[in-house]
């Protein structure tokens, strides 16, 4: 079901002069708005079409953190109707701000995203994403009510309680971090529930990374269907993108707002259909704090064939890594989504997981510790399941990792905000203290 079929199935060549049309609108505002636009804006002309986007300079989160807290603005303060913001996993927090028409769009298009979802007026959602400064929880709320869905606003934590409100209040729709869900699988488990026994129907995952391998576990653990949603609060929060059941493992982008473009991080210049790039996001709609042609640092591929379900809107991949979260393993570049990717594609493996990088000798070397899905796995097939998964990794990734299967529930279970997979082992600090030594 679409939430807003004329804007999600309009012909390709309308959107685009749809496209032209907003993008000229606001380079013509913002030009006069202050002094952080009239800088990007300087040498644009106010006539350009959406195949000049390029005339623009790109910014990047640092171009955010110099207007701290709310110096870019476009709007008077009058106009302003709230405020969010993101931790961010490194530097410091950015701050955006939203009209009222703005708060309109965001609802729109997570309506948008839950309708992918087969949700629709009455439908139950259990809304587990943080609520506050975080985008997720209400920004998933918020498109719950312009469905006429009806939402739980239970946030984060609490596991206990989310999986008896579950079976109490029958939600059919999930919607949370995936490494949160995998705590909430693990919960249903342990109070032996079998997967066909809970009510869910399908999962809306996002806000990090994950693989394909962790979606069959989430499917199958949670017995739903588990579908990617991405975005991030610069742009405008989730909603920027989403799965359906029948996009074939892609989401689609929802560019009549936020328009977006696939650029080679190195040389600037706009990849292949297909081929992997970072993403690069101009809001066409937005008022309070627009950014245009802001460069995320996340790595994906876009693909603008028409998929024959009815939406037109560009496809893009899930996330397969960020610039900034690459590791290198002795030489060998390697994102945790890949990591995540190979160990959870064993089926012996369960959801927890962590990914240490020793650093305490002169050469980083890499620990994966892992928890099996059986718990009286026994020793000797933990070795021989570690033994497995190292040279898994070494022949799909070609790096050298050393895996340790550890005890059923022996990795901290994440309950609130973001999963850090990814954990620095100084002579300072270790980070498992009961596990690695
Ligand atoms: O995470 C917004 C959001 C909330 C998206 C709920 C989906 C669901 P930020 O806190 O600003 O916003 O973080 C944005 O998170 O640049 C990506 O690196 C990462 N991210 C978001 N969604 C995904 C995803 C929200 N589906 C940053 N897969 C982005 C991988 C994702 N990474």
Request: glycine residues 10%; charged residues 20%.
């Amino acid at each position: 079901m679409m939430f807003d079929a004329v804007a999600e199935s309009m012909p390709v060549e309308r959107r685009r002069a749809l496209q032209t049309e907003r993008l000229r609108a606001q380079v013509l505002r913002l030009k006069g708005a202050n002094d952080f636009y009239r800088r990007q804006l300087s040498a644009v002309d106010v006539d350009l079409t959406i195949d000049d986007l390029a005339s623009i300079p790109t910014i990047s989160k640092p171009d955010l953190w110099d207007q701290y807290p709310l110096k870019a603005v476009a709007v008077p303060r009058s106009h302003l109707r709230r405020i969010h913001a993101t931790s961010g996993t490194s530097g410091r927090p950015t701050i955006v701000a939203y009209t009222e028409n703005d708060l309109d769009i965001f609802r729109q298009v997570n309506a948008r995203v839950l309708a992918g979802a087969g949700a629709g007026p009455g439908t139950m959602v259990h809304n587990g994403y943080g609520y506050g400064l975080f985008t997720g929880g209400l920004g998933l709320h918020g498109g719950a009510e312009a469905l006429g869905a009806n939402v739980i606003p239970i946030s984060g934590g609490q596991t206990a309680r989310q999986v008896q409100l579950i079976m109490d209040l029958e939600p059919e729709i999930l919607v949370c971090t995936p490494s949160y869900a995998a705590t909430i699988a693990d919960a249903l488990a342990a109070r032996g529930i079998a997967p066909e026994d809970n009510p869910l129907r399908a999962g809306i995952f996002g806000a990090e990374p994950w693989s394909e391998s962790m979606r069959t576990q989430l499917s199958a653990r949670l017995g739903l269907t588990a579908l990617d949603i991405y975005g991030l609060c610069e742009v405008v929060g989730p909603g920027v993108a989403f799965e359906t059941a029948e996009s074939d493992h892609r989401m689609y982008v929802n560019e009549d707002h936020f328009y977006v473009e696939c650029l080679d991080p190195e040389t600037g210049h706009e990849v292949a259909d297909g081929e992997v790039g970072e993403l690069v996001f101009t809001t066409l709609t937005k008022e309070a704090l627009p950014v245009l042609r802001y460069r995320t640092g996340d790595l994906a591929s876009l693909h603008r064939q028409p998929d024959g379900t009815g939406r037109t809107l560009v496809r893009m991949s899930r996330i397969l890594g960020r610039r900034d979260d690459m590791l290198v393993i002795r030489g060998v570049n390697v994102y945790p989504s890949e990591i995540e990717a190979v160990l959870l594609g064993d089926e012996g493996i369960g959801t927890s997981y962590a990914i240490v990088i020793d650093r305490r000798g002169e050469m980083p070397s890499v620990t994966v510790l892992a928890e099996p899905v059986v718990d009286d796995l026994g020793s000797e097939a933990a070795t021989g399941l570690g033994t497995t998964l190292a040279r898994a990794f070494k022949e799909r990734l070609g790096v050298s990792c050393a895996v340790r299967v550890v005890g059923v529930g022996q990795i901290p279970r994440i309950e609130i905000g973001k999963a850090v997979r990814v954990h620095a082992w100084t002579t300072e600090h270790n980070p498992f203290p009961a596990l690695l030594s």
